[in-house]
């Protein structure tokens, strides 16, 4: 059983920064791929940065040079540090596990979702 727990949104304003953080339950997060989704009201959600159980890094391309994802194994944790907020920013952040490729099978696991609302 796995559960995921987000933190960190709120409202800032146009240009400012927010760092989300997603904590983990279980033995296997150092196997799992990591990723932030965002849901936009009345929008399909979309990816906006994955992490890799190695830690390599992607990035949608309407993040790039402002978001950063980072983990830390140690603490069963995973980061995204979102800087130069725009409003387009504002979404449902939803924190994903993922242990597809470690267990053959889609296996997907998400978090219960933090706003962040971008807005002056």
């Known amino acids: 059983q796995v559960q995921l727990v987000e933190s960190g949104g709120g409202l800032v304003q146009p240009g400012g920064s927010l760092r989300l953080s997603c904590s983990a339950s279980?033995?296997?997060?150092?196997?799992?791929?990591m990723g932030w989704y965002r849901q936009a009201p009345g929008k399909e959600r979309e990816l906006v940065a994955a992490i890799a159980a190695g830690g390599k890094p992607n990035y949608a391309d309407s993040v790039k040079g402002r978001f950063t994802i980072s983990r830390d194994n140690t603490k069963n944790s995973v980061y995204l540090q979102m800087n130069s907020l725009k409003p387009e920013d504002t979404a449902v952040y939803f924190c994903?596990?993922?242990?597809?490729?470690?267990?053959?099978?889609?296996?997907?696991?998400w978090g219960q979702g933090t706003q962040v609302t971008v807005s002056s």
């Open positions: 994903n596990l993922d242990l597809t490729i470690k267990l053959g099978s889609k296996h997907n696991y």
């Open positions: 279980g033995s296997m997060f150092s196997f799992a791929a």
